[in-house]
């Protein structure tokens, strides 16, 4: 477990006072290293609330250049960047308000190619992407190398969240067997309202990664927040899933590796 030094023991001594949290937490973090992809006003906004609370690692991922119309919600650019690569100011943000925190910038989409790799660098991963077709491809790569992902998403006013955890949790396709047609670039959307979700979801990591309180297991939060309506819903594992079920292929795939470790 890595230490603290005397500027992060004053840095984070207000979260430390916390109940069940404590310097054993704040190590917790300090040593975390995740992965946010999408970071725009829901994973830059979750990325910030990571990087001040002391998390040691974060690796963003996002392509594309900022747009004007991004700047409602996305509260780590700023209008002279219009036109540039967003993650790289996302990096130079952040670093500005904690350098501490080591940043990783990764000008790119989630794709097949990248993102086994990029699971693999990280503990746990944010699912913020914006398309249907990065966060499939997130959830089977976390839940083929078992590491834990909070999932969030919002359109317009509504929004929700969970955390899977795989082999325990239900995982996104079992939540959505029927991808949803969602890759609407002009989506409409108030600041806040992404803004409320990233401190939520940055709030699941936290929990996640320190373990000083309960984060949402087999429960899926829904937010409707044209009329401030929070509810918790039950959802379950489909044991027949192609992702994470009892004959999807990564079982086999661990099955495999822990034979061979045992054999040598």
Request: hydrophobic share 40%; charged share 25%; net charge neutral.
């Amino acid at each position: 477990m890595v230490d603290l030094t005397p500027t992060e023991l004053e840095r984070y001594r207000r979260q430390m006072t916390l109940p069940n949290f404590g310097e054993l937490a704040q190590k917790r973090l300090k040593s975390a290293t995740v992965l946010v992809t999408g970071v725009g006003g829901l994973g830059g906004t979750a990325a910030l609330y990571l990087a001040v609370a002391g998390v040691g690692k974060l690796v963003l991922v996002r392509g594309g250049d900022l747009r004007l119309d991004d700047m409602n919600r996305q509260i780590l650019m700023s209008d002279d960047w219009v036109g540039k690569p967003r993650v790289s100011k996302a990096k130079e943000t952040l670093q500005a308000i904690n350098p501490d925190v080591q940043i990783e910038a990764v000008f790119d989409y989630i794709t097949p190619e990248n993102v086994d790799s990029l699971v693999q660098s990280a503990d746990m991963a944010l699912d913020c992407a914006h398309n249907f077709t990065e966060r499939n491809l997130l959830n089977e790569a976390c839940v083929r190398w078992r590491k834990p992902m909070v999932e969030a998403a919002m359109d317009s006013m509504e929004a929700y969240l969970t955390t899977i955890i795989p082999g325990v949790t239900p995982c996104l396709s079992c939540l959505f067997p029927e991808k949803p047609d969602w890759d609407r670039r002009a989506f409409s959307v108030i600041g806040a309202v992404s803004g409320t979700l990233a401190c939520l979801t940055a709030l699941e990591a936290i929990k996640l990664i320190t373990g000083f309180s309960q984060p949402l297991l087999s429960q899926l939060l829904t937010i409707d927040l044209s009329r401030m309506e929070f509810a918790k819903r039950r959802s379950y594992r489909d044991r027949s899933c192609q992702v994470c079920g009892n004959n999807a292929p990564w079982r086999y795939l661990h099955s495999e590796e822990e034979s061979t470790s045992k054999c040598t």
